[in-house]
């Protein structure tokens, strides 16, 4: 199975993963924040949208979703019943969603909103995980509506995910996570040389994505919570209970929306 994985750019820094199926020539669309990207992009591809993927219900991921089913009557919308859409195939944790004989497992990732899905692709053995707004590379998602808690068993869960897996956030934040990481472990070597690449492609256009498991864990400090480093990073600019990776994780989320 031949299946393309290309980021429609969208508002500021959103990333509309598009799946295509380079022998029928259709496309399945996860998370359209906005209609008019995905339609310029789909004519002048000369693809059909055969379906839409949402992750969670924030409007920069599902803004779109209305005009695009209006727009390709036949599209086959899975989301998850919170996630404020009207959807076809309605999911949770542990559901299969198809992709042209290829399967997407549904994970709960839930934390930077509740109901925060994930879809793991596989595709001839290897795993693509379009993880939304939970994790970013180098850092992960505000919490919302979710709880801290959540996201980080969302965080193990993903972290678990083999070596050569890739991540598809859906927003370019990479170079300002990597310097938020380097504040807290500035001798971390993978991390420098991230950030370095991360800014070269940035001032390109060019996306810093996706990205290996193996890499976030070498350069997500969020990945990295029972590392002694992170441990004396934080310890070093807040009061800690204790070193418990909960304790981390959640001082690291703190640090950053103040970074
Ligand atoms: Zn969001």
Redesign the pocket.
């Known amino acids: 199975m031949t299946i393309r994985i290309h980021p429609i750019k969208a508002f500021n820094d959103n990333y509309i993963w598009t799946l295509i199926n380079k022998n029928n020539k259709q496309a399945i669309i996860i998370d359209p924040g906005q209609a008019a990207p995905v339609i310029e992009y789909l004519e002048a591809e000369g693809l059909e949208m055969i379906a839409i993927w949402t992750t969670?219900h924030?409007h920069?991921?599902i803004g779109g979703v209305a005009e695009l089913q209006e727009h390709f009557p036949m599209t086959h919308l899975v989301a998850h019943s919170e996630h404020n859409v009207d959807e076809d195939q309605t999911i949770k944790d542990g559901s299969i969603v198809n992709a042209w004989g290829c399967s997407a497992q549904v994970w709960d990732v839930s934390g930077?909103?509740a109901s925060?899905m994930a879809y793991i692709l596989d595709i001839d053995g290897h795993k693509h995980c379009f993880c939304?707004?939970t994790l970013f590379s180098g850092g992960c998602?505000r919490v919302?509506t979710g709880t801290i808690e959540q996201l980080y068993a969302s965080f193990e869960r993903l972290s678990n995910l083999s070596d050569e897996a890739l991540f598809y956030p859906?927003h370019e934040y990479t170079a300002s996570n990597l310097r938020f990481g380097l504040s807290i472990e500035p001798g971390n070597v993978a991390m420098q040389q991230a950030l370095i690449q991360a800014e070269e492609k940035t001032n390109q256009g060019i996306p810093t994505l996706p990205v290996t498991v193996a890499h976030e864990r070498e350069v997500n400090v969020f990945l990295r919570a029972d590392e002694p480093s992170v441990i004396a990073g934080v310890a070093s600019k807040m009061k800690l209970d204790d070193e418990k990776p909960l304790t981390i994780f959640a001082a690291l989320r703190e640090l950053k929306n103040n970074f």
């Open positions: 969670h924030h920069d991921h930077h909103t925060h939304g707004d998602g919302f859906a």
